[in-house]
């Protein structure tokens, strides 16, 4: 094959991982960009792999019946929502064909039943959290490119393009998490380029305006963190305070000087500028102190129902000895906590077990305990018998997955239950499969999260075999 041949009036005949959709040209697979199942279009290819191809839908011969105008008007240009030109029911079959391709068609898993996926009722605007970049090189999409217009001015705040680290789409609109987000990101942008404080360049490392947190929560509180690089304390005052006059009822106003390599900043002092240092989320009578280095997941309202899903999946009676595996703030752990005799919580970052720490306080609960450790060193046999053998183990573990030693210590644990909340059905299979000599899948309920991304979550109960 040389070249970038074209095939014509190809059928897209199914979704694909990462977004993508799928044809196949003479039985060979090829994973397109750019189009969705039930399109008749004309492929380019872009890349030849042993086994497959890739390549980028270029003409429309038919579009698809599921198909609905994008919302917004950066698809197409921003990684975000890729699926945002199929409709939500098309979206939802897919996500579920995902969960069983990955269990059952490629992870050879016996899987006696799919519960239907669980879509949440906002499709839209459900973020609580959103990172936005300032780059002094913004993304060109193709029409400013096709314009043959100058750009002087290419500074930009928006989302990291993928495959361009130094650059970012400068949004005009994003309908992930609302008007409050939105009207504060307009507000900062405009503020900080009436005053032509300069942002960033990453690759030589210089500007002011480094980058933009908000996030939300459902008791109303509100947290903006803006990451500065330069330490001018003069415009940092200066831009912090128009926020502040812009924005008075922003509940926690912080900011951070990071002259790092890196956007993290889980090493650096927060400053407060206005009101407090934390907000709250709730969840059934449970509050969760959040502050500006701790993780919640970012979908609130879809989160409660996974952790109910997971809390029916464990089912506990109260006598329980629960284990809650990549606990994160704990959050799992303390909802399940009132059905369970105790629960040990365990997770690799020590800021997120001093929060897990500090809710469980805040909530009166007096049954969980937890440590931070790498999960392969410290969950094994011996751990377990110190603090007591597993009835149910329940473990959400980030998209790689487990290790295998976890694998094996969950298979020899002889839990009777095991919940496994995952973000990846791939690696989930894979792991599944270490554990079905002695445990069989018993229930599966797939669960949407992340409405017009390809994203899936994933809860699986398995019992032990007897
Ligand atoms: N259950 C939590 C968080 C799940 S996200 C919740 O619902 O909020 C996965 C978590 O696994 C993250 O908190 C991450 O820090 C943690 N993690 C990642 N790698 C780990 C490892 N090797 N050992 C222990 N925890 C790990």
């Known amino acids: 094959m040389k070249g970038n041949p074209i095939y014509e009036k190809v059928e897209i005949v199914a979704a694909s991982s990462e977004g993508k959709s799928l044809a196949r040209i003479d039985n060979v697979v090829v994973f397109v960009n750019n189009a969705v199942p039930g399109d008749v279009v004309d492929v380019k290819i872009m890349r030849k792999h042993r086994r497959f191809l890739e390549g980028t839908a270029i003409h429309f011969h038919t579009l698809s019946k599921d198909r609905v105008e994008p919302v917004c008007a950066h698809f197409g240009t921003c990684g975000g929502c890729k699926w945002q030109s199929l409709n939500y029911a098309t979206q939802l079959k897919y996500k579920q064909q995902q969960v069983h391709d990955a269990l059952v068609r490629i992870g050879k898993l016996e899987v006696p039943e799919f519960q239907p996926i669980m879509g949440p009722t906002e499709v839209y605007n459900y973020r609580n959290r959103l990172d936005f970049g300032f780059s002094d090189k913004k993304w060109l999409t193709i029409e400013e490119i096709q314009s043959g217009v100058q750009i002087d001015d290419r500074s930009g705040l928006g989302f990291h393009i993928s495959g361009a680290f130094d650059k970012v789409l400068d949004l005009k609109e ?28 990453i690759r030589d490392q210089h500007g002011l305006m480094r980058s933009l947190i908000i996030r939300t929560s459902s008791t109303g509180e509100t947290m903006v963190i803006v990451q500065f690089f330069d330490d001018n304390k003069e415009q940092i005052e200066d831009v912090m305070r128009a926020i502040h006059s812009e924005f008075p009822n922003i509940t926690s106003l912080l900011y951070i000087i990071n002259q790092k390599g890196n956007d993290t900043y889980f090493d650096l002092p927060v400053h407060v500028y206005a009101g407090r240092d934390h907000m709250f989320e709730a969840m059934e009578g449970l509050k969760f102190r959040i502050g500006p280095k701790s993780f919640y997941q970012t979908n609130s309202a879809q989160a409660y129902e996974l952790y109910k899903v997971t809390r029916e999946f464990a089912g506990l009676t109260g006598n329980e000895v629960v284990y809650d595996l990549y606990t994160g703030t704990g959050t799992i752990a303390q909802f399940v906590s009132s059905k369970a005799k105790k629960v040990i919580g365990v997770e690799l970052v020590p800021s997120a077990i001093a929060d897990a720490k500090e809710n469980a306080g805040l909530n009166g609960i007096a049954n969980c305990s937890f440590f931070a450790s790498d999960m392969k060193d410290i969950f094994n046999a011996s751990f377990m018998n110190e603090h007591g053998k597993p009835d149910v183990i329940i473990t959400d573990p980030p998209r790689a997955g487990m290790h295998e030693d976890v694998c094996t210590a969950i298979r020899d644990s002889g839990a009777k239950r095991i919940v496994y909340v995952s973000c990846n059905p791939a690696s989930q299979a894979r792991d599944l499969a270490i554990l079905s000599p002695h445990y069989t899948i018993t229930k599966v309920q797939p669960v949407d999260m992340f409405p017009q991304t390809h ?5 699986v109960q398995l019992d032990v075999r007897l």
């Open 174 to 201: 994003c309908h992930l998490q609302g008007e409050f987000s939105e009207s504060v990101r307009k507000f900062v942008r405009e503020y900080t380029r009436k005053k032509n404080y300069p942002y960033f360049n």
């Open 455 to 459: 994203h899936v979550e994933n809860v």
